[in-house]
């Protein structure tokens, strides 16, 4: 048996991959008062090493990769990149060499992200800024391949066609009937798989975690187009980044004290915590019928720091 087909039946490392992750109900007294009911369906709990959404659009890549024949992943991320992590840990888990492109300049010593990226076997390189704004385009990943020799190309944030299409199968897992399914949007490919896979009648809501992020729907528009899965049935708020990237308010740290005091769950605070209290929000305005049922996708555990 192959790595990867070990990695598909019992997981990454010491901890099996959970599917189909659970779903829980959120009692709060805001959501009684507006007749809304919240599920989270809880994709940080899919693995410790390649949680939520990270597997998710991961695992149809290195399912591609093998087929491919290929023997390294090369991928881009920012220095707290959980991106970034969950490669290096799954290309361990599966017999892949990795490669991480660094935005910016290195630093000594590594954070703890990069730290655990290299631990898992991971090769950092570094692109300054200007350079990094380029890595999509053939002259800078020519230069890669010159200079590291054959990879699979993943793109930063994992967000692509086969991503798409690995995002999909989440609104079948769902046990119960919903309205709408809500997400965290920073590449907008798991906003773009969350809508391919609804039935009709159903909405994919995206909140952006990044400030301008109105370019997001042309990327969601992209992506749904590469992977053959258009629809129409999805929106982004845009209102909600809170700083933008990254970047916390009082707010937000107060929602998440409170979220956690209430329900003892504590948010992982640059994806999940800015969506969350974007629903909250919507809730409280109006966005939701009386009787409708929202679905929020957890993608990322409280220790989860980078972007």
Partial sequence: MTNLARMELKGLGHADVRLPS????????L????????LLKRDDLISAEVPGNKWRKLHPNLRAAHGQGHSTLLTFGGAYSNHIRAVAAAGRACGFSTIGIIRGEEHLPLNWSLT????????????DRTTYRSKHTSAVVDGLRERFGD???????GSNALAVRGCAPIADEIDEDFDALCCACGTGGTLAGLAAGLAPGQEAIGFSV??????LTEEVRRLQEE????????????????????????????????FH?????????IYVAKMLAGVYDLVARGRFRRGSTVVALITGPAESLGG
């Fill in 227 to 258: 992977a053959g899965a258009v629809t129409d049935n999805w929106s982004i708020e845009t209102g909600y980044h809170f700083g933008g990237f990254a970047k916390h308010s009082p707010g937000l740290a107060a929602f998440i004290e409170e």
């Fill in 261 to 269: 005091a209430r329900h003892g769950m504590l948010l992982e605070r």
């Fill in 151 to 157: 990879f699979y190309l993943l793109p930063e944030g």
């Fill in 31 to 38: 959501l009684r008062e507006h007749g809304v009911r919240l």
């Fill in 210 to 215: 990044l400030k301008g992020g109105d370019f």
């Fill in 116 to 127: 655990y990226a290299t631990q898992q076997g991971m090769r950092l390189e570094y692109l």
């Fill in 22 to 29: 659970p779903l829980e109900e959120v009692d709060d007294e």
